[in-house]
């Protein structure tokens, strides 16, 4: 195949004529493993459900809450699953913008996850409080840097946590736009 660029279907791979809906998990998998100069990818367009009214959106499943924050809204155009992610644009490096996570069942060892696509590489701030009641339980800090613009990219935190009912994550010092989609929070043993 001297010359050719770009992916070529893989043979007798399963795919479909049909336009692709956005983030409808299309992947690129290595046939075989060649010298770097001669590596080629084979796509298959794989459409877990095309029916975009069942598909899960991560945020839907928890109680998530950003009443007073103009500096935060919902996103159906930019998203890495579900149907919308939050974006969060920053009024000047020095305001924040608070989202609170609430009706949660924390406790023992936990994990915060959040996946973060920022327009440029900027660091900036994400403070996580979780709250048993009215008091504050645990604060961690995470000074966030992506490593490119405009990639996803995983922020996961560990936290030992007693029976947390209610967090609240803050982003600060931001000098540009930041989106963050399937937050997540699990406990175990």
Known sequence: LVGSLGFRLAPKGEFSFDEPIPNSSQFCLPMTMASSSRRRCNA?????????????????SLSV?????????????????????LKIESRNSNS????????LVMDNNSVI???????????????????KGKTLAFKRSVNFKPSSK????????????????????VFSNMSSRIWIDDLDINSYK
């Open 113 to 131: 996850s959040m996946w973060i696509l920022s327009d440029s590489t900027n660091p900036f701030k994400v403070q996580l409080l979780g709250y």
């Open 150 to 169: 405009n990639y996803w990219e995983l922020l996961s935190v560990s936290q030992e946590t007693n029976d947390v009912d209610r967090m609240e994550i």
């Open 96 to 103: 924040e913008s608070k989202l609170t996570v609430s009706d």
């Open 44 to 60: 298959v367009a794989v459409n877990i459900d095309s029916n975009p009214e069942q598909i899960k959106e991560q945020f839907d």
């Open 65 to 85: 809450e950003y009443p007073f924050e103009d500096s935060i809204s919902k996103d159906d155009t930019v998203f890495r699953n579900g149907t919308y992610s």
